[in-house]
């Protein structure tokens, strides 16, 4: 079960009658992911708002960064926070770490950024990029020679 991270309410307002929100009008449904072939089953608290001035209930924005986290969860894969964060551990740019996979700076991007998945593969190097940084590069300039 996936719980979202707290969600900051401030300067969020009702889509309808642009009351500001309080942390009363954030609602959690517990939702479950349509699983692959592969994938693992997962729950996960979907984030919405209820207003209760004019009878809206809408999906926060947060909902997409949350699904796509669950989505990872499922997958087995990183979440593009932990990718984010182990390239930050490892002070690598985004152009570093894309030339160090072989692949380009936007795929890195898009990682981070929740627009695509990593494939399987890469996560795997990127975990054991995490695990053991200097072995790993180390074998790397080997076979680079």
Wanted: glycine share 2%; hydrophobic share 35%; net charge positive.
């Amino acid at each position: 079960m996936l719980y979202p991270k707290k969600i900051n309410i401030k300067n969020k307002y009702c889509p309808k009658c642009f009351k500001k929100l309080c942390n009363n009008d954030i609602k959690f449904v517990k939702a479950n992911l349509k699983v692959r072939d592969n994938w693992r089953p997962t729950s996960y608290f979907h984030p919405y708002i209820e207003c209760k001035d004019c009878n809206v209930t809408e999906s926060l924005p947060e909902a997409s960064d949350i699904l796509h986290d669950a989505c990872c969860f499922s997958q087995g894969i990183l979440t593009p926070n932990e990718i984010k964060n182990l390239r930050r551990k490892l002070k690598l740019t985004q152009k570093a770490l894309a030339k160090l996979l072989g692949l380009g700076t936007i795929t890195i991007s898009r990682w981070e950024t929740r627009k695509i998945f990593q494939s399987k593969v890469n996560d795997n190097f990127l975990r054991l990029l995490s695990r053991d940084p200097i072995r790993v590069m180390q074998n790397l300039n080997q076979i680079n020679c």
